[in-house]
Structure formats: C-alpha cells, structure tokens
C-alpha cells in the first residue's frame, strides 16, 4: 500500500450515520485490495458519527469535517478535489461494500478504459438480512438507454475515473436528490465509456431511520425526474426507450399533481394530463407491463431489475 499514491479513493459522505456507519467502514478497511485511501467526510452530523469514525486508527482513512452543512453534492465534489486516487470509489454511510469490491472494479476499469463502472447489488435490512437483489443492465448500448428513464446503477456502487468527472464538472448542486443521475448524462453526453459489472458487489440496506421524502421532497423530486427525462432523451435513437421516457414522464407529472388534488385550482391543470392522450397511452402500457404481468423487459430493457430473496 502506498498512503502517498494510493490509486483508489474511496469517498463517503457522512451525516448522521452513527448506527451503521461502523459496518461500513469496516466493509471497506477489509478489502483484499490494499492501495486505497478511505476519505470520510462529516457534513457537521449532530449524533456520534464523529466518535465512531475516530474510534478507528487505520492511515488509511483521512477525515475531513465540514465547518457547516453544505450537503450530499458540495461534500463529494470536495471530496473529489481532495483525493488522491486516480479512480474514485463511492459507498453511502449505511451500506457495504463486498470484501472483492475493489479488488474487482479496479481490475474491470483499467481492462476496459472506462469511465464509470457500477456492479448489481443486494438489498439488506436493518439487521443485514438479504431481501433481494438488484440487477442492472450489462450491454453498454441498454446502459445508455436505461440512463433515460432513470440510474443504470446504485450510486453507491461506483468507481469512477477522477479526471474524467473532474473533465465534466463533477455534480450539480442544482439537483438535491438526483445529483447521480445528472452527473452520468453529463458523462454520456461527453461519451465517457459507462459499465457494468454483473456482479453483487454491494450491499444497499434499506431501514427505517432513511430520510422519507417529504411532501416538498416529493415536489423535487418529481420535478427533478422530468427534467433529467427531457435532457436525457436527446441521447435516445430507440423508439421503445422514447416512448418509455415519455411514460414516466407522464408518470411525474400526474404524481406531481396529484398531491394538489384537494386543491381547486389544481385540478384542471391535473385533467390535462389525464386527456394528454399519447402520455396517457404509453403510461398504461407502463402499468401493464410493471404492475400487472411483472415483465418490464418485454417493453424495453429497464434500468433495473428486482427480484426477491429466496
């Protein structure tokens, strides 16, 4: 391991983590890849995320705590510029990180000059039980695609080349929740190479304390959605990719109205979409083919793909 050099940076933001924060770190500090540097971030966190990062005296990892909170997007573009890897690891507070993570994503990027690289994932509960998996597109042309209609891969599933996200302006602090998904059309409209591994190579944990999203959270959100939809279509050549864009972005639109709909004068705007025919006609093929006959695939290759534990 070179502390000096390392060629691997990994990158997690932490606020308010304290009750997972140690499994995650310690995914990370067991890694069978070795050159790496382990930057931690405090975003000015109020419980004992602090405690629990300094209870580790491993060289590896580099704190850095934020004078104020300046959130998700500001925190990594700063982690970014203060690293020294050339490859840059993601992984969120809560999660984990297969002890072959690096090992696997470092030797997968440097075989096939890409940019970004994301692998398939497995959702844990609170207590680490395996609830399913998520798989996400291999084919580099339904990665592009699927970028479309939403992310190719959990963010914190991905190593990403340092200068070529630094090329494109790192993430946008425009966005609050969908800062990912910007960031990997920005890297697709500057044609940087985008994969996956079709391994589960992290662990998403899904558990009651994550933030639920809010009635104005819901509002960004939604809103968030239709922008990226429309700025992504300009990369689509598919017509089943095109019309599946246009579906889910009917989809926002209505769940975007529909938290108004006590509101008068909400509702004539919210018929509109209701009468906006060829939303309308592609939105219920969407119903059918998620919700009904559970076959998304027949329709387009989605952005992922559920399936339960056994």
Request: include cysteine; proline fraction near 3%.
């Amino acid at each position: 391991m070179n502390n000096r050099n390392p060629i691997v940076t990994v990158l997690m933001p932490v606020y308010n983590g304290e009750k997972y924060l140690a499994d995650a770190i310690e995914s990370i500090l067991n890694q069978t890849y070795n050159n790496f540097e382990f930057i931690i971030i405090d975003d000015c966190s109020t419980d004992n995320s602090l405690r629990v990062i300094c209870s580790y005296l491993d060289d590896r990892i580099r704190l850095i705590k934020n004078k104020s909170n300046i959130g998700q997007s500001s925190t990594m573009n700063k982690g970014i510029k203060l690293s020294k890897g050339k490859y840059i690891v993601r992984l969120d507070q809560d999660d984990l990180a297969d002890l072959k993570r690096l090992e696997k994503q470092v030797q997968f990027i440097c075989r096939t000059n890409s940019s970004i690289v994301g692998s398939w994932s497995q959702i844990i509960d609170q207590n680490g039980n395996i609830n399913g998996y998520i798989q996400h597109p291999v084919d580099p042309s339904d990665i592009l695609n699927s970028l479309c209609i939403n992310v190719p891969f959990l963010h914190s599933s991905v190593i990403m080349d340092k200068e070529a996200i630094l090329a494109i302006g790192c993430y946008s602090e425009e966005y609050l929740i969908a800062m990912d998904w910007h960031l990997w059309i920005k890297a697709a409209k500057h044609g940087l190479i985008i994969n996956n591994i079709p391994e589960v190579l992290v662990s998403f944990r899904r558990h009651a304390m994550q933030t639920t999203l809010n009635k104005k959270m819901m509002e960004i959100s939604c809103k968030e959605n239709i922008r990226l939809l429309k700025l992504s279509r300009k990369l689509l050549n598919n017509r089943s990719y095109f019309k599946a864009s246009m579906a889910w972005e009917y989809h926002n639109r209505l769940k975007l109205d529909l938290q108004y709909f006590k509101n008068d004068n909400k509702i004539k705007p919210l018929m509109g979409k209701f009468f906006n025919l060829t939303g309308l006609f592609e939105y219920i093929k969407l119903v059918f083919f998620y919700k009904i006959i559970n076959r998304p695939k027949y329709l387009y290759t989605p952005p992922y793909v559920y399936l339960k534990a056994c």
